[in-house]
C-alpha cells in the first residue's frame, strides 16, 4: 500500500514539475505585445488543462512495457518517499481543498440564488426578453451588470432599463461582448480551472493562471467588438453604466479590467499578425508536447514490473 502512495506521489511531482514548466512558458509566449489576445487566452486554457489532465499517465500505461529507457528523477523520488511517511503534508494539503472546495461551492450557490431571483424577475416581466444568435438574453430589475450566468446551458443578463441609458451601437457592443462569452462556454472553463485549483491550491502558478486566463477572456471578447469597429461604443457604453447615478450597474464583472481594457478599446485598430499567433501556438505546443514526453520518460519507469 505504502509503495502504491509512493509511486502516485513521485508521478505527480514529476507532472507538477513539467506542467510548471509548460506555465512559465505560457507566462513568457503571452508577453509579447503584438499577438492576439485570443490566441493567448486559449494558450492559457491549455496550461490549465496541462495542470489538470495528467497525458502523460496515459501514455505511460499505454507504452509503458516498451518504454525500457525511462530513468526515475532520484531528487523527486527521495522527496515523494519522504512526502508518503508525512501525515502532517497530507492533513494541510486536505484541510486546504476541503476549504477551497467548500469556498466554492458556496459561491456557486450564491451565484444560483441570484439567478433564480433574476430569473423570477424576468419571468414576471418578460418584455423584452429575446434569443441572440441561439443565447437567451433576459433582463431583470436586479440591478447587476451585464453579465453571463450559467454553466452547459449560459444566458445573459442585463439590467432592465440599459437599453434606454445605452445607444444602440452601444448596446450592441455590449451584447457582442456578451455572447463571445456565452458562446465560448467561459463559464464551464473558469469553473474547471476553478476545480483544479481546489486541488492545487498550494501552487503559485496554478493562481497566475487563473488571473491571466480572466484578463485575456475579457481582452479577447474586447477584440471581437474592436474587429466589428464598435471598440469606441463600448468604452462610452461602459462610461455611461459607471456614471454615478447608475454606479449600481456596474459591478466588478463589467469594470474588470479596465485599465488594460481601456488603451486597446480607445487605440487606433491594429492588424494582428496571424503569423505572429501562429508561431506562438506552434511554440507552446512544441513546449507541451516536450513537457508531456518529459514526464513520461522519468515516470513510465514506475509502470514496468509493478
Not at 509566449?29 to 495528467?54: C, D, E, G, M, Q
Not at 523520488?77 to 508518503?84: E, K, Y
Not at 466589428?228 to 456614471?243: F, N, R, T, W, Y
Request: charged share 15%; proline share 3%; with cysteine.
Amino acid at each position: 500500500m505504502h509503495e502504491h502512495i509512493t509511486r502516485g506521489l513521485y508521478y505527480f511531482e514529476v507532472h507538477l514539475l513539467f506542467a510548471s514548466m509548460a506555465g512559465l512558458a505560457a507566462w513568457v509566449l503571452t508577453s509579447i505585445y503584438r499577438v492576439s489576445a485570443t490566441t493567448k487566452y486559449w494558450i492559457w486554457v491549455a496550461t490549465t488543462l496541462n495542470f489538470l489532465l495528467p497525458v502523460g499517465a496515459i501514455l505511460d500505461k499505454m507504452f509503458a512495457s516498451r518504454l525500457t529507457w525511462a530513468t526515475p528523477l532520484g531528487v523527486i523520488g527521495d522527496a515523494a518517499n519522504s512526502v508518503s511517511h508525512s501525515s502532517t503534508i497530507a492533513v494541510v494539503w486536505f484541510l486546504g481543498t476541503i476549504l477551497m472546495f467548500t469556498r466554492l461551492c458556496l459561491r456557486i450557490r450564491a451565484e444560483r440564488r441570484d439567478d433564480k431571483v433574476a430569473a423570477g424577475e424576468s419571468a414576471l416581466e418578460s418584455r423584452g426578453n429575446f434569443i441572440a444568435e441561439g443565447v437567451p438574453v433576459r433582463f431583470s430589475q436586479s440591478g447587476h451588470a451585464p453579465a453571463v450566468h450559467g454553466f452547459l446551458r449560459p444566458h445573459i443578463s442585463l439590467p432592465r432599463g440599459i437599453e434606454r441609458l445605452l445607444s444602440e451601437h452601444e448596446f450592441n457592443a455590449v451584447l457582442m461582448h456578451e455572447l463571445t462569452h456565452a458562446k465560448r462556454r467561459d463559464n464551464l472553463i473558469g469553473l474547471i480551472h476553478e476545480v483544479g485549483l481546489c486541488l492545487l491550491w498550494f501552487h503559485p502558478l496554478v493562481w497566475i493562471s487563473g488571473s491571466r486566463l480572466a484578463l485575456y477572456r475579457e481582452l479577447s471578447c474586447d477584440e471581437l467588438v474592436i474587429e466589428s469597429a464598435h471598440g469606441g461604443d463600448l468604452v462610452s457604453a461602459l462610461a455611461k453604466l459607471a456614471e454615478p447615478e447608475e454606479a449600481f450597474l456596474l459591478r466588478a464583472s463589467a469594470s474588470s479590467f479596465l485599465i488594460d481594457r481601456l488603451p486597446r478599446l480607445t487605440a487606433q485598430p491594429q492588424l494582428r499578425s496571424r503569423t505572429a499567433s501562429t508561431v506562438l501556438v506552434v511554440l507552446f505546443g512544441a513546449v507541451v508536447l516536450t513537457c508531456v514526453l518529459g514526464t513520461v520518460s522519468h515516470t513510465a519507469c514506475c509502470f514496468i514490473h509493478k
